[in-house]
């Protein structure tokens, strides 16, 4: 449903108010939330519930983000990150959130598109795709089926620019990737991960200065990932996806679901920051 977000390392790189957009939610959608069962049902049939799950599979990334690796946090690490991205405490959160800015009305609308049978089979392709570890081989397959449908002037290539155009329609992933590295950054400085301190505003204006960069690599490997996960689906069945990801009521709620995502992410990158602390006195970023 949602694409698993990768981390563009620092060296690749303004922040995306995820809470004030939550805000706008909870003061439109505060009197008409869902309840909590019909949210646990509308992660499933959605697939939102493994989008979010995937996320633990990015902390991976978190050392070489601190310029690092995994080995240098001992034995320990493993298990501290497995804590940290417990599947049940993210759902948990995103569930909390969910609760209180989800309509039901937007709930119905979007669980009635993913219950219908193209919706199930793309749920079904998409929560392959986001249990895949290997982003670069994933990649790597994506590019190579974009480039043989360009070469042959397939029209397939539109409908997936199109399809990726929609999800990310209010075009926040860049900045969203970007405060989530501001945040988990500042966080592993603030608990001494880091032997030299980071000054925020600093970090800001390098992200800044390579922003473009970031939000051409990031479109490009939208464009790939969706050409891997949607290999084996037509492109009349794409075309109805997109369709239906036009919709205005569509868009309000994947404009909500991946600003819960993002803050899921940048919550738990947060607390392992903190953790990271315990495991090892501190390198230079």
Do not use: C
């Amino acid at each position: 449903m949602i694409p698993r977000p990768n981390f563009i390392k620092l060296h690749r790189l303004p922040a995306l108010a995820v809470f004030a957009l939550l805000i706008v939610f909870l003061t439109v959608t505060q009197s008409r939330a869902a309840d909590r069962d019909r949210l646990q049902a509308f992660l499933k049939v959605t697939g939102f519930d493994v989008a979010l799950d995937s996320i633990a599979l990015a902390a991976a990334d978190a050392p070489e983000m601190l310029g690092m690796s995994a080995s240098d946090f001992g034995s320990e690490w493993t298990r501290v990150a497995d804590e940290v991205f417990d599947t049940a405490k993210m759902q948990g959160i995103a569930l909390d959130i969910l609760e209180q800015t989800l309509s039901d009305e937007m709930l119905t609308h979007a669980a009635e598109f993913y219950a219908s049978p193209l919706g199930q089979r793309l749920v079904e392709v998409e929560n392959a795709s986001h249990m895949v570890d290997d982003d670069a081989a994933k990649r790597a397959t994506g590019e190579e089926l974009v480039a043989r449908d360009v070469a042959e002037g397939n029209p397939r290539v539109g409908i997936l620019r199109a399809m990726t155009a929609a999800i990310d329609a209010s075009d926040s992933s860049v900045r969203a990737v970007q405060e989530i590295q501001v945040r988990f950054l500042m966080a592993a400085s603030n608990a001494g991960v880091l032997e030299q301190e980071l000054d925020e505003g600093m970090l800001r204006a390098l992200m800044k200065e390579s922003e473009s960069d970031l939000r051409l690599s990031m479109q490009r490997a939208s464009l790939a990932g969706a050409a891997y996960t949607y290999q084996d689906l037509s492109d009349d069945d794409l075309q109805a996806y997109v369709d239906a990801l036009e919709h205005p009521t569509m868009q309000v709620v994947y404009e909500l679901m991946n600003a819960v995502q993002y803050e899921v992410m940048a919550n738990r990158f947060e607390v392992l920051a903190a953790r990271m602390a315990e495991l090892h006195p501190g390198q230079e970023l």
